[in-house]
T-cell receptor, first 112, second 111 residues
């Protein structure tokens, strides 16, 4: 009954470093999403996937890349981290597009 | 894309009172709305949803009201408890592709 698992939970990066955030779900959901959460701005969609091997851009995709090689995993990559990418990142999955999301517990990323 | 906003960023209520959290949405074509609860250090958690063909939906101690005429959504929490303290987000579907979230309202329950 893990649901959506995000790793790591915390990370500090130096400007210019790269990293990958991993999201794994065990509910056999087709749809997966990456959001970032900043104070006073709610959740903003970065990228999403409607199935294995497919990805699409959301509201704020610049500076991020994603991959969905396996149905259960959705990876978010930062090629060259910038201080503006300091945020809390949430992964979510859903059975269908217009359906409630199950969220992970988040990754708090600080770029210095 | 369309945006979803909340009227009040913070709301303080006395324990036992009813809470009303409001949300204004801008896309009249949105068909589906969800309220989420986010406790400190956790991810958002689904509370209740409503489709555009409904005006009201009730759950356990929670009720969501939808007024399509003025594009307004509200979440009512009956007999508010300390465990209800959290940030509440409304979300509207974005042309059936994903969801757009509002900035959130922080609910504080006073003893």
């Amino acid at each position: 009954n893990a649901g959506v698992t995000q790793t790591p939970k915390f990370r500090v990066l130096k400007t210019g470093q790269s990293m990958t955030l991993l999201c794994a779900q065990d509910m056999n959901h087709e749809y997966m999403y990456w959001y970032r959460q900043d104070p006073g701005m709610g959740l903003r969609l970065i990228h999403y996937s409607v199935g294995e091997g497919t990805t699409a851009k959301g509201e704020v995709p610049d500076g991020y890349n994603v991959s969905r090689l396996k149905k259960q995993n959705f990876l978010l990559g930062l090629e060259s981290a910038a201080p503006s990418q300091t945020s809390v990142y949430f992964c979510a999955s859903s059975l269908r597009t217009v359906y409630g999301y199950t969220f992970g517990s988040g990754t708090r990323l600080t770029v210095v | 894309g369309e945006s979803v906003g909340l009227h009040l960023p913070t709301l303080s209520v006395q324990e036992g009172d009813n809470s009303i959290i409001n949300c204004a949405y801008s896309n009249s074509a949105s068909d589906y709305f969800i309220w989420y609860k986010q406790e400190s250090g956790k991810g958002p958690q689904f509370i209740i949803d409503i489709r555009s063909n409904m005006d009201k939906r009730q759950g356990q101690r929670v009720t969501v009201l939808l007024n399509k005429t003025v594009k307004h959504l509200s979440l009512q929490i009956a007999a508010t408890q300390p465990g209800d303290s959290a940030v509440y987000f409304c979300a509207e579907d974005n042309y059936g592709q994903n969801f757009v979230f509002g900035p959130g309202t922080r609910l504080s329950v006073l003893p």
